[in-house]
């Protein structure tokens, strides 16, 4: 399996795949559903993050599920979607920004494969920089505003935050905040895949937005950049072969 597609908020149709068939993997987590199937000559998988009728929440999500059964099916790289808010006036709705670091405030997540014995990842380099690289060209390509590097603060939700929180974020370095990226991306480091986030602002956060944030924003910007980020994936699974180095695989230190 060449690489899989997340799909977050607005991306949960495996339509991007020739001929893609439902599977149902059984994991020792819990089941997980996805789609597998072609794109030319590559293996693609898809995963969508909420359901295909978005009906899991973020905080419900059963990642360890998702990234275990990935793994299973013989995925070793990751390219995953997900709608952020800014906490920078530069990172306007519609922009992407191509993460490299993460702050992680969510709570009580099943977050990790090492529940004994004890095991810590390195967590210096979270996102492929050899993925993370190729979608930055494929941004390019695909006509979308990008900025290569980023802080995502991970919340627990699904409430949106309060502006103090934004404030406090942003003062601590975040650049974008959204709900649904960790433990996903420590997962997958836990599991030695590579995995790159490509996080699309739908707006500003609280506070910096003139008005109250609501579901129907996210998903609406979300519905018109859809095509730009499933080309942006597209155009990554036919160039593995030119990602740059990185020390994904390296996994768990003892
Ligand atoms: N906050 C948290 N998650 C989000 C936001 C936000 O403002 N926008 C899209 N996902």
């Not at 004890?118 to 210096?124: G, I, P, W």
């Not at 003139?210 to 950049?225: A, C, D, F, I, Q």
Request: glycine share 12%.
């Amino acid at each position: 399996m060449d690489l899989a597609i997340i799909g977050g908020t607005g991306l949960y149709d495996p339509g991007v795949l020739d001929e893609p068939r439902a599977l149902v993997a059984s994991t020792p987590y819990g089941t997980a559903s996805l789609f597998v199937g072609r794109r030319g000559e590559h293996e693609v998988a898809f995963l969508a993050r909420h359901g295909t009728d978005h009906g899991v929440p973020p905080h419900r999500v059963n990642y360890r599920a998702n990234i275990w059964a990935l793994r299973q099916i013989g995925v070793r790289r990751i390219v995953a979607t997900a709608a952020v808010g800014s906490l920078r006036q530069a990172l306007p709705p519609g922009h992407v920004v191509l993460v490299d670091q993460f702050l992680d405030f969510t709570r009580g997540r099943p977050s990790t494969f090492f529940d004994g014995p004890v095991q810590h990842t390195d967590m210096t380099e979270p996102y492929c920089p050899g993925l993370r690289g190729l979608l930055a060209q494929a941004a390019e390509r695909a006509g979308v505003p990008v900025t290569l590097g980023g802080t995502y603060v991970c919340t627990e939700g699904p409430r949106f935050e309060t502006p103090a929180e934004i404030r406090m974020f942003a003062a601590m370095g975040g650049d974008v905040v959204g709900m649904t990226g960790v433990p996903e991306v420590v997962l997958a480091r836990e599991a030695g895949l590579h995995y790159a986030a490509i996080a699309i602002v739908t707006n500003y956060a609280a506070g910096i937005s003139p008005s109250p944030l609501t579901h129907e924003e996210v998903v609406g910007v979300m519905s018109k950049n859809a095509d730009a980020l499933r080309a942006m994936c597209l155009d990554v699974a036919g160039r593995l072969s030119e990602a740059g180095p990185c020390g994904c695989e390296g996994g768990a230190k003892g």
